[in-house]
């Protein structure tokens, strides 16, 4: 049975007591968000990560989803990817493909990958006009209060060190106030080029959901959504700490191993 509480300004947790049950929960919630988004504004925008995130959306393809969703109305777009080739095993967008978008009828076209023949600065410029444009057309919506764009959902895996996208801890990236793609030629983890969504883009967002299951994340989900204490001494929040959507809403997918560690908070519903 799953735990919904009630977090404050760190949004709501999900706690499911295996990943079966949570992948089932997360296919109804981008489920329902995709359909209000399309009644809304005829598309649904959302960004994926890569990590173990794409196995537990797989329920999306599956009956009903892969019938009910309106998929032609969805444009996918990566909040973090790997300067590698399309083609090459570390590519978010390939495990996304094969793992996902190659089962459902989303309109090739309506696919915002990087482009994978630039260097990381420039893929990361390339990127940002090409959201640019689309921010301009209407297929992604303005924020309310800058000019980010205003994704319907952004949806992020939690590295074990608090990264979130390619995000990583005590990284001038994190900082980043006024673009809306950053690129890293020096990622902590594999492989080192990386180009990523700015935490005023992510956060700028309609909705975003952090999704981490096993027991090696529940110390980064305690310190996200708990916040550390004065004795684990950081120079800085982690960075899934700094998700804090300004006007959205922000829904956390925990198993109970990833939710061990979470202070003890007052359960809301069943
Ligand atoms: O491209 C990436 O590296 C990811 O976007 C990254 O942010 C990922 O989501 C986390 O590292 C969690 O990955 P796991 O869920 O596989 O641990």
Redesign the pocket.
Known sequence: MARYLDCKEKGEVRIFEDTDELATDLADYVADLSELAVKEKGTFAIAL?????IGLMSKLCEAPYDKTVDWGKWHVFW????VVAKTHPES?YRLAKEGLLSKVPVVPGHLHSINDSLSAEEAADDYKFAVRQLVRTRIVSVSDTSDCPKFDLVL?????DG????LFPNHPALDEKDEWVSYLTDSP?PPPE?ITFTLPVINAAANVAV???GAG?AKAVHLAVDGPSQTDNFQQPPPARMIQPALGRLVWFLDTSAASKLDSYEVTSE
């Open positions: 990560s890569g990590g173990s995130l909040a973090d990817e790997r978010n992020l895996g939690l590295g074990s990264h979130v996208a390619s983890e990386r999704v981490a299951t994340k």
